[in-house]
């Protein structure tokens, strides 16, 4: 699996959220992986009022001003965590928030993660998309928590990848989901048609 390079990270912040769709997510799980691929995005940079670091840097969301290629996870709603990952150049304080992914590797331990019980939900492609079609659910299925806030996606623990020979697909740019400013802003990105994504 090719990693992506911290050269793609380093780009403005709305062209890494268009190109993250399609690539694989990669969380290492002991000797196992746990995959998906990215099928929708939101973009947060430094001027908007619905980013993170829009009044400056502060202990929750340091980890946004590194270089691109880091991973910025944060609490929200007092019972979620959101995945992000930091974009751009040192010191500007943007990222991509993963909204939602198509399960690929390792769906039975993001089911434990998700605490499917019920054998009803294990049946056919309505369990998969439930599993991880919005950032709450893919951060939870991945196991993704303030631990992992700061990893170095270019290391070996989580990582995202190319697609090799993967079909190719449209981009639907629309308004961002969940916040409360900034609201008129096409920077939430999918691929048109896919299952997996949290709202059309």
Known sequence: MKKLSRSFYTRPTRTVAK??????FVRKNGNRFLTGRIVETEAYLHNDPACHAYRGITERNKVMFNTGGFLYVYFTYGMHFCANVVTYKEGIGEAVLIRAVEPVDGIDAMTKNRNFKDDRHLKGVGHLR????????F???FNLTKEQSGIDLLGDEIFITEYKGAAPFTVVSTTRIGIKVGI???????IKGNEWISKK
């Not at 190109?19 to 694989?24: D, M, N, Q, R, S």
């Not at 008129?184 to 999918?190: C, H, P, Q």
Request: proline share 4%; hydrophobic share 40%.
């Open 139 to 141: 951060a939870q299925a």
């Open 184 to 190: 008129e802003k096409k920077w939430r990105y999918y």
């Open 130 to 137: 439930a599993l991880t079609n919005g950032p709450a659910k």
């Open 19 to 24: 190109e993250l769709l399609g690539k694989i």
